[in-house]
């Protein structure tokens, strides 16, 4: 069992950065592929970025490629989202996921997260 909480979320700037921080309990974080997804208001949740379990391969969407890194420190059970020039495009709940493999899929998580809200004004 992985339990998984965001934070960072925010009201910003279009062009400001963020960092999300996605703390989890328990010992087996580092066994787990970790994503963020999000949501935005009356929109399906979408896939942002993935890490490995290792921190070796990552995985972004089209939408923050370039903008976006997603990186884990396994000793501190953490994952985080760096998220530079933001876009009101950004706005969205962001949610942690865990899940065996590095995927974009949001079937393919076991765990999530409440999420964070993060809103971007232009």
């Known amino acids: 069992q992985v339990q998984l909480v965001e934070s960072g979320g925010g009201l910003v700037q279009a062009g400001d950065s963020l960092r999300l921080s996605c703390a989890a309990s328990g010992r087996t974080f580092s066994s787990y592929a970790m994503g963020w997804f999000r949501q935005a208001p009356g929109k399906e949740r979408e896939f942002a970025a993935a890490?490995?379990?290792?921190?070796?391969?990552?995985y972004y969407a089209d939408s923050v490629k370039g903008r976006f890194t997603i990186s884990r420190d396994n000793a501190k059970n953490t994952v985080y989202l760096q998220m530079n020039s933001l876009k009101p495009e950004d706005t969205a709940v962001y949610y942690c996921?865990?899940?065996?493999?590095?995927?974009?899929?949001?079937?393919?998580?076991?765990?999530w997260g409440k999420g964070t809200l993060v809103t971007v004004s232009s």
């Open positions: 890490i490995s379990w290792s921190g070796g391969s990552t």
């Open positions: 996921a865990a899940g065996s493999t590095l995927s974009p899929n949001y079937y393919d998580m076991y765990y």
